[in-house]
Nanobody, 123 residues
């Protein structure tokens, strides 16, 4: 079983940057694909980015390509989301997810989810 805790959210002006972290528990963290999702008020949860267990494969939503970068440090049981050139439309609660298959994570069908961290981008 994997427990996930996000951090790094906050308030930032448009054009600014934030780095989110997701710390996982468990000795098998490195065997899980990891992903980031977001949900804005009144909207459905949407996929943002995902990374395979080794860190060599990554997928991004079209809306964040070129602005966001997902990475992981398996020695620290942590996955990161570097967010640059932030826009007001990026405002949402960001949650991380873990599952053994990258495609399963991308599909939003992971079994393990964190509680989320709020990101607010002001115009």
């Amino acid at each position: 079983q994997v427990q996930l805790v996000e951090s790094g959210g906050g308030l930032v002006q448009a054009g600014g940057s934030l780095r989110l972290s997701c710390a996982g528990s468990g000795r098998t963290f490195s065997s899980y694909a990891m992903g980031w999702f977001r949900q804005a008020p009144g909207k459905e949860r949407e996929f943002v980015a995902a990374i395979g267990w080794s860190g060599t494969s990554a997928n991004y939503a079209d809306s964040v390509k070129g602005r966001f970068t997902i990475s992981r440090d398996n020695a620290k049981n942590t996955v990161y989301l570097q967010m640059n050139s932030l826009k007001p439309d990026d405002t949402a609660v960001y949650s991380c997810a873990a599952e053994r298959g990258l495609s399963t994570v991308v599909a939003g069908k992971a079994n393990y989810w964190g509680q989320g961290t709020q990101v607010t981008v002001s115009s």
